[in-house]
């Protein structure tokens, strides 16, 4: 094996990439970015990733070289992870919005520190949107359904109705994760594309307190494999932030896990921890599906409703694509047609729902010409697991996050089902809708049980029950989180418990999920870690 040796914090950041380039807009040019190895693998130049418009596209894409990996849960909602430098901002719909004060409190962060290092982020790739017809819509029809105070544009976490920040810039341009990196020092920072990391490597000699990380396996895009070693200096660390399923289950490849579950697949104990992989959640998405008169501009999250009762109201609307975008097999994947299957959770694999993937096609025009508005619930309290399904770190492990599974995550659901129906009878939406006079919602709700594909068995009283509609067609909205919890598997700094040299820092941590979606505050913690660990091995140099 190859032997690469590098300094603290472990200057090679190694990402799963294996997207497909093609000539876009030449943004990144602008950027003082840091060469990178096989650039072929970044985000830049690959106009399904960059341009607002292909938006649906990634995550429709089922192909080897997309940059969104599809999983479905066992609960038969099917989700996905990115691949991709820049991970989840290049593949998501771009809302930006903080955290409330209470969930910084919560935390136990510093909140100086915190307001210092979201507007880091804020200056360098988040915007306010030019507000779509469908967004104001929502907007009048929030503030007259009683959503109020309305709050205007604002990053902050208030009560009422506002309008929050984009990663999308005026043109459309999507800037992500990956445009932070012109920050750093280019002499500090080398990038590997395409590099798998398969474990993180140990000193488990004996007279050592503890096992110490060192260095990581990871393999290349030729499958070649490779280790990467830390220098023997103090302050050396190995920082993973492979997101809420790569952590847990990089961890559990490494032999830091429940015992039990090393053991099926033969993984040497490195330390034994009962709860990686433990205390998973998904925020639960509902939507309904509205038809318009005429075709809609399309536009992703852009408004949103903060009610006192624990519900998120958003939306999105219309369809399009560029003429010259990467054009990919859509599968199911695709969050403008919907979700809906009836296949039994024993059978629930892609293979098996291929004969769906034609329902695209056939399905009516009217479909493109509408939106969806979507209520989320907030810090749901049904959690769920992860387990390994083999020792491959390109195969998804198995996760379950069995929604609504306590009773008040589906009270919350019931009203912002309720709360959608207020906001459909204003004259915001009724002057839109193709009847001009708005539909009856029981309309409404038997064409949004064939817009929400899952792969959960409908059943016949979906329009009767909102409780059966909302178990039935649930959704993600990709804010999953948990498997490696502060205090159970990281301790407040993040440092893997029971292990040197090692941290987990991003929504792996989370118990919840903060705001109205992560992306600020998953980003801002970058930062605010990244400042942290700077000043504690200051301190350390000096002797403090």
């Not at 309305?150 to 005026?170: A, R, S």
């Not at 790569?246 to 697949?265: M, V």
């Amino acid at each position: 094996m190859d032997l690469i040796s590098r300094r603290v914090v472990f200057k090679a950041l190694v990402f799963l990439c294996f997207i497909r380039s093609s000539q876009g807009r030449d943004h990144f040019t602008k950027l003082n970015l840091p060469p990178f190895l096989k650039a072929s693998g970044s985000p830049y130049g690959n106009r399904n990733i960059t341009l607002l418009e292909n938006f649906h596209i990634c995550l429709a894409d089922v192909s080897p070289e997309s940059p969104a990996q599809g999983f479905i849960s066992t609960d038969g909602v099917i989700n996905a992870r990115a691949k991709v430098l820049g991970g989840g901002t290049c593949i998501n719909a771009g809302f930006y919005s903080r955290a409330k004060p209470s969930f910084v409190q919560q935390a136990g962060w510093d909140a100086d520190l915190v307001n210092q290092s979201y507007p880091w982020v804020e200056e360098r790739i988040v915007h306010w949107p030019k507000v779509a017809p469908w967004q104001a819509a929502l907007r009048d029809g929030l503030l007259e359904a009683g959503v109020s105070p309305y709050n205007g544009y604002t990053y902050d976490h208030l009560y009422g109705t506002k309008v929050g920040g984009t990663i999308f810039d005026e043109t459309g341009y999507r800037h992500t994760a990956a445009d932070l990196l012109a920050a750093a020092n280019p002499n500090n920072l080398r990038v590997l594309l395409y590099a798998s990391v398969n474990k993180i490597v140990f000193n488990t000699k004996q007279g050592h307190r503890k096992p110490r990380a060192i260095g990581v396996q990871f393999k290349d895009e030729n499958g070649r494999h490779h280790q990467a070693f830390l220098r023997e200096e103090r302050g050396s660390e190995i920082i993973v932030s492979a997101g809420a399923i790569g952590s847990p289950q990089l961890l559990l490849l490494s032999g830091i896990g429940p015992r039990n579950e090393l053991k099926k697949h033969n993984i040497s104990v490195t330390i034994r921890n009962e709860h990686v992989g433990k205390g998973m959640s998904d925020n639960p998405m509902n939507s309904i599906f509205v038809p318009m008169k005429s075709p809609t501009k399309q536009s992703l999250i852009e408004t949103v409703g903060i009610t006192d009762a624990g519900v998120f109201i958003e939306a999105s609307s219309g369809f399009s694509q560029t003429d010259d975008s990467i054009h990919c097999h859509h599968g199911i994947m695709s969050a403008e047609i919907g979700q809906l299957s009836t296949i039994p959770p024993k059978k629930r694999s892609f293979n098996a729902i291929q004969k769906y993937v034609d329902n695209k096609y056939s399905l009516p025009k009217e479909v493109f010409d509408g939106g969806f508005i979507l209520e989320k619930i907030d810090g749901p309290l049904s959690t769920g697991n992860l387990v390994l399904v083999d020792t491959d770190v390109d195969s998804n492990p198995s996760v379950t996050f069995n929604y609504f599974q306590h009773p008040k995550d589906l009270s919350r659901c019931v009203y912002g089902i309720k709360t959608i129906e207020k906001i459909l009878k204003t004259n915001h939406f009724t002057n839109l809708t193709a009847n001009g006079a708005g539909y009856p919602m029981e309309t409404l709700l038997n064409m949004s049980i064939s817009a929400n594909i899952n792969l959960i068995p409908k059943h016949t009283n979906d329009t009767t029950s909102l409780e059966q509609f909302c178990r039935d067609t649930v959704t993600t909205i990709w804010h999953y989180h948990g498997g490696c919890h502060v205090g159970k598997v990281v301790d407040q700094q993040y440092r893997v418990i029971g292990i040197s040299g090692l941290r987990v820092v991003d929504g792996s941590t989370l118990f919840r999920s903060p705001g109205t979606n992560p992306q600020a505050t998953v980003l801002m913690m970058g930062r605010y870690m990244g400042v942290k660990i700077l000043r504690e091995r200051l301190g350390q140099a000096a002797g403090v």
